[in-house]
Structure formats: C-alpha cells, structure tokens
C-alpha cells in the first residue's frame, strides 16, 4: 500500500482515531522486521508469528497512550521485534555462550564446534547460503549485523538497545563484515566489486 | 593534515552515519588511495548482497536512499 505520509504522520492519524492507517505502517515495515526475526529465529513459521506479534504489542501500546518516541516510530518497533525475537531465542537456547571482546563465541574456536552442517545441506541457492553463513557469526556479531542493516537501526541505536559503546558496536559489524567476506570467498559465493552502486 | 581513514569510518559512510563534511572528506581520499578505494568496494559489495535477502520492495528502498554519488 503505498503512501507519501511520514511514519510520524500515520501515528499520529492512528491516534487520533484512523486505526485504518496502521496498515500502511504494517506495509511499509513488515518486510524488514521479518526478514531480520527470520535470521534470528531461524523459523519460517515462527518469524511469521512473531511479526505478527511485534504489530500486535506496538497498537496495544499506541492504544494505552504510552507510546512516546519523538517522532521515531521505526526504531521503537525494530526494538520491539529485536526483544521479542531474542527473547524467543533466549527461551529456546539451552546452552550458555561465553562472548569475546569482538563478539565471537568462545565456542566457536574450539575443536568440538559443529562442522557447517547447514553450509553442506544448503540449497544451491545464494540465498540460503547466504542465509547460512550469517547464522554462522558470532552472536554479537550476527546481532549487530541484523539490527543495523536489516532494522536499520543505527549504531548509536543498537550501542543502547545493546548495553555497549557505539565503538564496540561499529566494531562489530566490521568484524561481521570481514567474516561474512571471507565466508563468501570460501564458499566460492560471487559477489562482484564492480556490479553495485558507489 | 591528511586524515587517515579506517575501516570503521569506511562502514559509518556506508550506512550513512558519517557527516555530510567528513563524507566529502573520505570521497577525496578515496581519490588518492587506491588501497582505501578497493576497501571501500569490497565492503560496499558484502553490504549490497546482503540486501540479497530482502524482499524485492524493501531491498530497492534502501537502494535508493543509500546508494553514494
């Protein structure tokens, strides 16, 4: 559903009565907020259920008058997908992980850590191999990557949703990004220097 | 003085987190720095394929709002 209205206008619209409006905000952000709950929860199904959640918890929240963001609708509800996403992870994890000072997991540089599994059984398609080598960053690293490209949080953003410096968290995403290079050329996944735009 | 730009400061100009006076800044470096240049190219290519997974509508977006001069 396209329209030229500003998130802070549909809010607006919506509080004072035009609850119509919240589609265009479900329009405009869904595909986002899944596509980032997806690679965290690694569940089609469960990323379906929790976005549908994250828009159920945000109108129950405009509804009591306690929405307050200055005029920061996107922030505030990636914030909400990125704690109802974790929180889920969290729930389903049953084991402790030990993170480094650049967000690897102490875990993964032992001799024990599980093989690419998902690299082999993943389809020859560059996205699920795409997919599959996010999954294997560090968590703190994967974290920042999501919320900083795919919520499009900025790292001033993630630096508070996350408890670190917005120097811890810009270093983060450089070591994911490094990785994620290295992977790709390991793997043999093209991606040419010279086809994206400056 | 010449300033030295990182990797980092490489990443916040991607993402546009970089003021409009040090964007200007690093574009004239890159113009020196070749090494800086290939840098910028390989990290720029890893952030493009990541919009591999989004969907057709919401990767052309960002697409739009952040492609640099």
Redesign the interface.
Known sequence: MENALSDCQLVKQFLQGNEEVFEVLVARHQ??IF?AIH?IVKDRYIAEDLTQEVFIKAIGTLRSGRYNDEGKFKPWIMRIAHNLAIDHFRREKRYPTIVLEDGTNVFNTMDFAEAPYEIIQAQKD??AK??AL?QELPDAQKEV?IM???M?M??QDIADATGVSI?TA??R??YA??N??KK?KKHH?A???????? | MTKTFT??DL??YI?D?MPPEEAVELQQAMLCDGALQ?EY??????????D????Q??ASS??GSS???
């Open positions: 595909p986002r596509t690679l560059t996205k795409l997919r996010i990557l900083r490209h795919y499009e900025s790292f120097n810009l270093g995403m450089r990004l490094l994620l290079r790709l996944i991606y040419d220097q010279n086809i994206y735009p400056r | 990797q980092d990443i916040r993402y987190e290939e190219k390989a990290l720029r290519a890893t952030v493009s394929l990541l591999e997974l989004l969907p509508s919401a960002r697409q492609s640099k001069a």
